[in-house]
């Protein structure tokens, strides 16, 4: 509808929306806490590569899994 259609003016309701208030008490430490969540992730998945191939090599080369797949 909103492709389609004329633009139309903003409702009653829309306009009268309160403003948008970003001064909350507890934004910071929240935004602080979602920063460090994301930087720990992404550090976590471009580091995650190299152990996972460490691991595979050290099970791969366990007498174990040699004798189960010969």
């Known amino acids: 509808m909103m492709v ?4 139309q003016e903003a409702s009653d309701v829309v306009k009268a929306y309160p403003p948008i208030n970003w001064s909350l008490p507890g934004l910071p430490p929240l935004r602080a806490a979602l920063v460090g969540c994301v930087i720990v992730t992404a550090i976590g998945g ?4 190299p152990l996972f191939t460490w ?9 174990i899994l040699q004798a189960a797949l010969s």
């Open 55 to 63: 691991a595979s090599d050290a099970v791969a080369g366990t007498p």
């Open 46 to 49: 471009i580091l995650s590569s």
């Open 4 to 7: 389609v259609k004329e633009p």
